[in-house]
């Protein structure tokens, strides 16, 4: 399913929350980039922090932010049921030269076509390097 306005909104809140909530649980905080990007030093690395929800597809990055971070850390939701309003998280680690191989343009607008590069959660979740995980209720 595509996004529209709301439903776009709605996922850059969760993913800027999500950011500040994981960037503490890995011990790190959000650079201050003037782009809200999520940029985070990780283990002396430069990396973005993205986010998504178990029926979430794929998770995007922009061609600027893919030029200045060495890695993506995706904290993506467990597929598993939840109970009682939490959710499981699982965060993986690529490096950006994997997610450069892997990505498409964004279909979700003309202008996300031309800035934004989507790779497939499952893919990630596949292929990435398992770092972490965290529970949270949102």
């Keep these: 399913m595509g996004q529209n ?8 809140n969760f993913g800027h929350r999500m950011a500040v909530y ?13 782009t809200k990007s999520n940029e985070v030093i990780l283990d002396g690395q430069r990396v973005v922090l993205k986010s998504a929800h178990k029926k979430t597809s ?19 939701e467990n ?9 499981n ?8 030269e994997w997610y450069k191989q892997h ?5 979700s607008s003309e202008r996300a076509a031309r800035t934004t590069r989507m790779v497939n959660c499952n893919l990630i979740r596949k292929n990435g390097e398992v770092i972490g995980e965290l ?3 949102f």
């Excluded at 597929?79 to 959710?87: A, F, G, L, R, S």
């Design 89 to 96: 998280y699982t965060i993986y680690k690529v490096p950006v």
């Design 22 to 34: 994981a960037a503490q649980n890995l011990g790190t905080e959000l650079l201050n980039t003037g």
């Design 135 to 137: 529970t949270c209720n």
């Design 58 to 76: 794929a998770v995007g990055v922009t061609l600027n932010v893919l030029e200045n971070i060495q890695s993506i850390v995706a904290v993506l």
């Design 5 to 12: 306005k709301n439903t776009g909104r709605a996922g850059n």
């Design 103 to 107: 990505m498409k343009p964004s279909r």
């Design 79 to 87: 597929k598993e049921k939840q109970e009682d309003d939490i959710h």
